[in-house]
């Protein structure tokens, strides 16, 4: 048997022959003779002269081959009591009707079209439309805020959005309608259409000649065909936060994206077709792409879209129940869901009234997977709880436990070892390659596998900059960690100002812009402290402008607001502390890393250049008047890392 370092060599020592055996899984319009070339940017891109599409491949050849009656989507909503199952037949037929309609209103392939959904079936269904037609959809999570979604407008220029009337949370309905109005509003770019989902909870009106309603709209369309397109076209556009307030357009590749998926569904979540998969997470994330969406669909899976929470709806052992009433044999969520289960139900009593013997594997990313709660997964549940590791701009894991090809030993705090594909290192701030056990950056060398982002839309020197720079012949992940003696990789930090809340990516530097907004800041730093249920959660520390004398928990209330309004909900931001200065190198640095230990009770060095040693007090005592250090309850410290 063909064990995981046999597979790896295979890659390794013939890439491109190992990618073009791989895309024999595809079903390609024009077969792909070379697997990787480079573009007039120098940029290596997989499968240019291949012709394909991305909606045959998902949807239409499955029902080609006889198996239009298997289930393709199973969408399962407690918070709206439905469940309903779409087949392969009924999810072309849909998928069809759409892209005509969109067909006739004027999109063709390489329009860019904004989907704002909640998880339905019609998420699902407008980016297949798109994918059927070559337009280039961007999914914007519903979370977000309407400047958000304008600063997404106006960066991808769409000529249509298709929206819902609202999303449904447990303890409240989302406007979304009135958020998409307000967003079109802001944005210099206007789209031409939009297309309205009514659901009942909530009935959206619609402004003359631009918004129509999602079936009406379809009801004189000609169910439209598959059209081509190269290897290299934009499957989608989907933004994610960097170091600045401006999110980065990560562009996804049609061709890598099919192969690659099409891989990771049997070789690490070893599902096959016919087998039912969930991934618990959003159509507004990456992993709603790549693993709600478009991978198992390519592979012949059912697909679960669960719109519900992991505690509340109604309680935690949502999870147990879909996974056992739908036969899920591979299930993926964020640890921050266990962890939220565990605090619900301790004990695990909800699962006893489950049965979850169709489950093989349960995978975890999104952030760092804490062994403590890795082990009370895998002790209550009896199955390998796999963490992984990836990233938007890569779509798949760089790091995974192949489970499709060998389950290899789990040690927990680890998502085990790169997949083929991706060679790591572990480099210094020189670019110098670390022995095994020292911390460093981590970085894969140049080129990256299929699949993987080739360019930051409208912002290729953007993409260099981010990405190529730091160094030379490798991608910089923008994730700190170290190798073990046995090849194992760990993920101890960012070496950004990226943090992650709830799974969810998000950036202090845009956190800091909204601040520094607020007429009364003259300066801020926001950071992300350690929290025992959402991993980290962004502080404020911020200075007044001489002369303000306002009540600080007025301006704290004003600067959650203005966090909530610009940046949306999803950023948990409600903790904020006026301070008389920040801790600042010599040369004007702010010192976060250094206020980061100091929220999480971690040992720290004093900078050798700090500017004043003694504000660091100051610090200590402001964030221990929002309970910083907190007891830890699930978490580990990470390692240290310096800024
Ligand atoms: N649309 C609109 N609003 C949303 C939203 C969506 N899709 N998802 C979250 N929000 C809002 C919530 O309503 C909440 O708003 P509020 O402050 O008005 O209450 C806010 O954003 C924060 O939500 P959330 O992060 O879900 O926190 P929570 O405290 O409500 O729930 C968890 C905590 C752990 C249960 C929840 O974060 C969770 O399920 N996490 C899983 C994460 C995940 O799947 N990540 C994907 C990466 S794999
Ligand atoms: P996103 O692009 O939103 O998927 O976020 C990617 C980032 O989340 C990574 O760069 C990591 O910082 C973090 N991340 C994702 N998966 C893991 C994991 N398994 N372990 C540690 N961090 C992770």
Known sequence: MTGYKEVYEDWRNAPNAFWLRQAEAIDWIQPPKTGLSKNSDGVHEWFADATVNTCWNAVDRHVEAGNGNRTAIIYDSPVTDTIEHISFTDLQSRTARLAGALAQRGITKGDRVVIYMPMVPEALVAML???????????????FAANELATRLDDCTPKAVLAASCGIEPTHVVHYKPLLDQAIELAICKPEFCLILQREQERATLVEGRDFDWFDAQKDAEPVAC?????????YILYTSGTTGNPKGVVRP?????????????????????????AASDVGWVVGHSYICYGPLINGNTT?????KPIGTPDAGAFWRVISEHKVKSFFTAPTAFRAVKRADPRGELLKDYDLSALELVFLAGERADPATVEWAEEKTGKPVIDHWWQTETSWSIAANPAGI???????????VPMPGYEIAILDEAG????????????????LPPSCFTTVWNAHERFEKSYLESF?????TGDAGMIDDDGYLYIMARTDDVINVAGHRLSTGAIEEVIADHPDVAECAVIGAADALKGQIPVALYCVNEGVSRDPSEVVSELVQMVRDRIGPVAAFRQATPVDRLPKTRSGKILRATMVKIADGQPFKVPATIDDPAILDEVTAALASLGYPRLQEALEPDAAISS
């Not at 059209?227 to 076209?233: A, I, S």
């Not at 030379?472 to 910089?476: D, W």
Request: proline share 12%; net charge negative.
């Open 129 to 143: 439309a798109c994918a059927r037609i070559g337009a280039i959809h961007s999914v914007v999570f519903g979370g």
């Open 227 to 235: 059209v081509p397109v190269e290897g290299t076209h934009p499957a």
């Open 254 to 278: 049609t061709g890598g994206q099919l192969v690659a998926l099409s891989w990771s569904m049997r070789n690490i979540y070893n599902v096959q077709p016919g087998d039912v998969f969930w």
């Open 304 to 308: 679960i879209l669960y719109e519900g």
């Open 406 to 416: 060998e389950l290899l030993p789990i040690k927990p705090g680890s998502p085990t």
């Open 432 to 447: 110098q390659i670390l022995p095994p056990g020292s911390l460093g950056a981590i970085a894969i060398k140049l080129p």
């Open 472 to 476: 030379p012949g490798y991608y910089e």
